[in-house]
């Protein structure tokens, strides 16, 4: 018997990655960089108004706010008409307003010592102006405006290249591109980059007795789960998912059916009844595709599963149990990674974390369990806490409906056969439910 770790290092080292393609930015969200973006620009590319306001030389408003002396005509304002409001102690300074200027506007404009512009939130700063005083802290006049607040140089402007200067990596290679990535692109001129693209996963359910919801199930039949759940399972890990539905059994269309998916896939799941002569029979018509070895893996459930590189570019292809809560769980363990590797994820596991257990958990001695649990915190302490989810204590393995209510999978080390109320125990994240 195979350990999961040999198991999955064998696995992941046969990861067959699509080669990075070049993408609309549009459609980049959620991918990984495959290239660095260095910026020829800079960003903002010319200075500008960070909010609405006046622009104004800030040596002409030093000012305003200011106490107001005994004798207003001992002050020495500059040139500047600077007044005492309303007896209130408090200088305000009086500038003529000797243009507007909106953003996008393309005009040059140009102030003289003691005058403002009036600009808007992005506008190209006047020449000579090096501050905005926002709209708030003036009285909003058209022809001249009575500024009742200082500012300093360069308060409230976006200077050229304070966000990116020319020679600034804007989206590293290998990080995820999310919204902000793809404003960053936008902003630097960029309308595609290149991307590792989603892996193509396809997914194919074997089995006589099977058919597809849209019929009835006739005397001895059952609904195709596990095309549908592990199609959701690729998708939520980030492939590009083909579900292929159900193939016959009859070794030639088994054969035909995989082969077909080989050659527009880097991953190929199939799923069946994989004990005894079932698995014979099916790795017997996959020969000529390559060798698809079917075993034990010491891990529980979906300990039997079988795994081989097929095909001419040898895809990576495995089969997993029919038990739609074993090929959910082998799917985790094994497939996942593989999917994320390919995508070029650099942490391809899903996140663990150590918690208490509150009640007591059985597990298979001699195999790693995968149990399914219900992981919380602990609202004083902020410990995790995680009880298994099932009517026994060692979850039954074929309740689908269980695995649905899990948001974890506790994950038992092969030599324990008990865990004990407020034992430790590692515990793997699932996908979180909205």
Known sequence: MRSVEDHLSLVTASVVAPRPVQVAISEAQGLLCAEEVVTSDPLPGFDQAAVDGYAVRAVDVVLAGADAPEDMDSLDADGVDVRELDDSGRLV?????????????????RLQPG??????????????????????????????????????????????????????????AGSVIGPAQVGLLAAVGRSRVLVHPRPRVSVISVGNELVDIDRSPGAGQVYDINSYSLAA????????VHRVGIAERDPDRLREAVEAQLIRSE????????????????????????????????????????????????????????????????????????IRIALGKRQPMRRTVTARTIGPILSVEGRRGYLRGQLMRDERSGDYLVQVIGESETGTSHLLAELAEANCLIMVDEDVEELRTGDHVDVMFLAQRG
Do not use: K
């Open 233 to 240: 399972a690729a998708r939520d890990a980030g492939a590009d």
């Open 115 to 172: 005058q403002a512009v009036r600009v808007e939130t992005g506008a190209p700063m006047p020449t000579l102006a090096d501050a905005v005083v926002p709209l708030r802290w003036t009285d909003g006049g058209d022809a001249r405006v009575m500024i009742g607040h200082a500012v300093e140089s360069g308060d409230y402007v976006r200077h050229t290249g304070d966000d990116v200067r020319p020679g600034d990596v804007a989206v590293r």
């Open 93 to 109: 300074v009086h500038m003529p307003v000797v243009g507007e200027v909106a953003a996008g506007s393309r005009t040059p404009t």
């Open 267 to 338: 991953i190929v799941v199939i799923c069946g009844s994989i004990g005894g002569e079932a698995s014979l029979a099916i790795s017997a018509a996959l020969a000529d595709l390559g060798d698809l070895d079917i075993g034990r893996v010491g891990m529980h459930p979906g300990s039997v599963q079988g795994f081989g590189r097929l095909g001419r570019d040898e895809i990576p292809t495995f089969l997993l149990p029919a038990n739609p809560v074993s090929a959910l769980v082998t799917f985790e363990v094994m497939v996942r990674p593989l």
